[in-house]
């Protein structure tokens, strides 16, 4: 048994392979996925289990960072070591058949599954690094 400190008595967490079939004996009213990228090999699989494990009204959702960088400038492009890295990762999750490529696909793959009112937000992070 898995203690999580103080925990609401109504609250009840429950530890899976998500990957699995869902055998789950009652419905759920949120469903929360946090850095899944490269770790998932059926997003449609996935958002369907979602949907028809929670309850009417209930929510879905998704969050993660994605696996690539960007400049303002045009800077990070001065980086190819790095970039080349980001490269070899990518394709190695293509072949492992866990893309780390896939957050641009959840919306429409979440809308296929029956959700809807479906909200994307993209933020942008911040990070400042010397660059030489």
């Not at 899976?16 to 004996?25: I, L, S």
């Not at 850095?35 to 309850?55: A, I, T």
């Not at 303002?72 to 070591?81: A, C, I, K, T, Y």
């Not at 490269?87 to 979440?110: C, H, N, P, Q, Y």
Request: aromatic residues 12%; charged residues 30%.
């Amino acid at each position: 048994m898995l203690t999580l400190g103080r925990v609401p008595t109504n609250c009840k967490f429950e530890i899976d392979d998500f990957e699995a079939d869902w055998t789950y004996t009652r419905k759920f009213d949120f469903i929360h996925g946090r850095e899944l990228e490269g770790s998932v090999h059926d997003y449609d699989r996935l958002f369907k289990q979602c949907f028809d494990n929670l309850r009417p009204g209930g929510y879905l959702e998704m969050q993660s960072i994605e696996v690539a960088t960007y400049s303002d400038d045009g800077s990070h492009l001065r980086s190819e070591m790095f970039l080349k890295g980001l490269d070899l990762v990518t394709e190695a999750s293509i072949k492992f058949g866990k893309s780390m490529r896939t957050m641009g696909t959840w919306k429409e793959k979440m809308k296929q599954a029956g959700f809807v009112n479906v909200t994307e937000k993209i933020y942008k992070v911040y990070c400042v690094l010397p660059c030489t």
